[in-house]
């Protein structure tokens, strides 16, 4: 039972331009929701979080959105540069004693062509 | 290098053999999860441990495996008797603090296993 869902295996997009990474859960416990990025040959790094008591949650070119009575969250990247092209992990949680029991989706591979 | 080490970064096994992967965590931290991966998949969690203490191994199998984080040295992740359906990537991730944190782990780059 796949409890966070990433539905795009793969996305390209060109320089410049917007890149939207989506992701669904069916879990309504989850409260905490995280994006990973990951190179190849190397370890997931921390993106972006939200918590399931805001809406968005911005850092920079990463904006996470939450629409939690769809279960799902979605992440921009604005402008999107070629370093950005890496697998990108959704992840949710539920906080308090197990929060570090993170979910994973399996992954959208992000292509940004120069 | 402060972050999280994994090695060995790649191990080939034959089935029946065991595997041992290696985990020291960022300087400063005491709290170790491993993760795994298997092909086309997500990451999934296995075992948190703190200093010689398992805290939550739900997400481990429960033959085979086993997880330590001796008072000295680092995490160890053993896996018996390997079979092919244990060929995957094995990431190791520490925190600053454990279950008080926000879930923002920091992951090593991954110990392959490959059983033959």
């Known amino acids: 039972d796949q409890q966070v869902k990433q539905n795009s295996p793969s996305l390209s997009v060109q320089e410049g331009r917007i890149s939207i990474l989506n992701c669904d859960y069916t879990?309504?416990?989850?409260?905490?929701f995280l994006w990973y990025k990951k190179y190849p040959a190397e370890g997931p790094t921390f993106l972006i979080s939200?918590?399931?008591?805001?809406d968005k949650n911005e850092d920079g070119r990463f904006t996470v959105f939450l629409n939690k009575s769809a279960k799902h969250l979605s992440l921009h990247i604005v402008p999107s540069q070629p370093g950005d092209s890496a697998v990108y992990f959704c992840?949710?949680?539920?906080?308090?004693?197990?929060?570090?029991?993170?979910?994973f989706g399996k992954g959208t591979l992000l292509t940004v062509n120069p | 290098n402060a972050g999280v080490m994994q090695n060995p970064r790649h191990l080939v096994r034959r089935r029946g053999q065991e595997a041992r992967l290696r985990c020291s965590p960022m300087?400063?931290?005491?709290?170790v999860y491993w993760y795994r991966q298997l092909p086309e998949e997500g990451l999934k969690f296995m075992v948190y441990?703190?200093?010689?203490?398992?805290?939550?191994e739900s997400g481990m199998p429960k033959e085979r495996f086993s997880a330590e984080f001796p008072k000295e040295g680092p995490s160890i992740l053993r896996i018996q008797q390997v079979v092919r359906g244990d060929s995957a990537a094995y990431f190791c991730?520490?925190?600053?603090?454990?279950?008080?944190?926000?879930?923002?782990?920091?992951f090593g780059e991954g110990s392959r296993l490959t059983v033959l």
């Open positions: 991730a520490s925190s600053l603090r454990g279950t008080q944190n926000t879930g923002e782990l920091f």
């Open positions: 879990n309504s416990m989850f409260d905490y």
């Open positions: 939200i918590s399931s008591i805001k």
């Open positions: 992840a949710a949680s539920l906080s308090g004693g197990s929060n570090y029991k993170l979910t």
């Open positions: 300087k400063g931290h005491s709290h």
């Open positions: 441990l703190q200093k010689e203490n398992i805290i939550d």
